[in-house]
């Protein structure tokens, strides 16, 4: 009787915890080059990894109350996790997806985040709102948003695409070709090589852009209204470069800045080296600097 | 010509001219009368006594300064009644800013076509966010009017507004993303 009543409690304590167990997620798919993965979650967080087969898997947990809907067909994977409505669910759901090789990944969430890495896909698109996105590995195109999560890309791919309102932006790891980054009040950091096209905007965000080297006709252009720009250009650089601000201060390696006789403004014309590509830089009150790497 | 149309449009929007009130032109008048008498009253014949002059003469100075003063403010209200004040000169809104009024007004009522719901809580700073950062681009527009490009910030802003509300009130009623 003594043992018995101890033991009763920690079941009575137990119980309500049992009713609370997580559901496991574990299916798989088979899906060849070409194919797409969706993955839908709102909180939680999602990983993403590639590997060496010709399927893919959705693996980790779920918080009790969530289910998982799936829609499969031959050449298209769908799994969402639902959240009941009007429910105190806490918690969301962890999930590993693991994908394999040039397909296209699409993962949408709202407080979750996203990692990506060791991926080699067709495109990958993943969008979040409160979340953060992490992305790393090869892709053929790449876009990328948030709201107010940070977004730090490192995917090698020859098009990228990158949105946030108040996140930050951070991309690097060897993008080239078009590059399209857009704020609203975040910060953006690109850090380019070999670039086609690259546009970069924010308002009250600050854009810092460096670039390893402009195509032959490439163009690079970048707009703030109150946000800072810094551009990092190659001193043999092939461009035509034009800096204009209305309030905002203009530093530049090359080029001198020219002040109306009368009324605000300051703006530069130069050439840079045959002068093939154009390099524009548009800021309203935000200051300007422009750098030649040796 | 069109020089001419808009010196006419200009004078006919003047206020009208106006008689001042027939009461002021009475006033004026007989203050006029005493001012008469008063210049009588200087030129008295030698037969007079000096002193009965002198005390007539008090007596009625403090009557001038009423009269110079009534004088002064008939016409400073004559004045004030007949000529046209100038209105404060406010420059007609460029052509960008035409073309935010307009934007603003589309997106606004896209905004409000969409159905009401309590918005969720992830969505609201940014939408802050969105709104402050339009006033202050209007702001830069309304400084630079020569920045059309501006107005492509402006519209981002206002499309990216559009489609998180759209979202977060689907997110709110249960519509599928």
Do not use: C
Request: positive net charge.
């Amino acid at each position: 009787m003594r043992t018995l009543l101890p033991l009763s409690a920690t079941l009575a304590l137990l119980l309500p915890l049992a009713a609370l167990a997580d559901t496991h997620v574990d299916e798989r798919h088979p899906l060849a080059a070409g194919g797409r993965v969706e993955v839908s979650n709102i909180a939680g967080k999602v990983t993403v990894r590639g590997w060496d087969r010709n399927e893919v898997a959705l693996s980790g947990s779920m918080a009790d109350g969530l289910t998982l809907k799936q829609d499969k067909s031959t050449n298209r994977v769908r799994w969402e996790v639902v959240y009941p409505r009007n429910s105190n669910t806490r918690g969301g759901a962890t999930l590993t997806l693991r994908v394999p090789r040039a397909v296209e990944v699409q993962l949408g969430t709202v407080s979750a985040d996203i990692d990506v890495s060791e991926v080699d896909v067709r495109r990958l698109q993943a969008n979040a709102v409160s979340g953060d996105i992490a992305a790393a590995g090869r892709s053929g195109e790449t876009t990328l948003g948030t709201v107010s999560g940070g977004i730090r890309s490192r995917v090698q791919t020859p098009r990228l695409e990158v949105r946030a309102v108040s996140g930050q932006v951070q991309a690097g790891g060897g993008i080239s070709g078009e590059i399209t980054a857009e704020t609203v009040s975040g910060s953006i950091r690109v850090e380019a090589e070999r670039v086609q096209r690259l546009s970069a905007e924010a308002v009250s965000g600050s854009v810092d852009v460096a670039v390893g080297g402009l195509a032959p006709g490439g163009k690079v252009a970048l707009q703030t209204v109150s946000g800072s720009v810094g551009l990092a250009l190659p001193a043999m650089v092939s461009a035509q470069l034009n800096v204009k601000t209305f309030s905002g201060g203009i530093q530049s390696d090359a080029g001198k800045v020219e002040r109306p006789r009368y009324g605000p403004g300051r703006s530069l014309d130069t050439r840079l080296g045959g002068g093939d590509g154009d390099v524009s830089i548009n800021a309203h009150s935000g200051s300007v600097r422009v750098t030649l790497r040796r | 010509m069109n020089e001419h149309d808009d010196l006419s449009a200009r004078l006919r929007a003047l206020p009208d001219q106006r008689v001042p009130p027939a009461r002021v032109w009475q006033g004026i008048a007989a203050q006029l009368h005493e001012e008469a008498q008063l210049r009588r009253l200087d030129a008295v014949p030698a037969a007079v006594p000096a002193d009965a002059v002198t005390a007539e003469r008090a007596r009625r100075r403090p009557r001038r300064w009423a009269l110079g003063v009534g004088l002064g403010l008939a016409a400073a209200l004559a004045v004030l009644v007949v000529v046209p004040m100038p209105t404060p000169h406010t420059p007609p809104p460029s052509m960008l800013q035409r073309q935010a009024d307009v934007l603003a007004g589309e997106y606004q009522q896209a905004m409000a076509a969409l159905p009401a719901a309590t918005l969720p809580g992830d969505y609201q700073p940014a939408l802050h966010e969105l709104d402050a950062s339009a006033r202050s681009i209007r702001a830069a527009i309304a400084e630079n009017p020569r920045s059309g490009y501006l107005l492509g910030q402006l519209q981002r802003t206002y499309a990216l507004r559009l489609e998180l509300t759209q979202q977060a009130v689907m997110a709110a009623t249960g519509m599928p993303t």
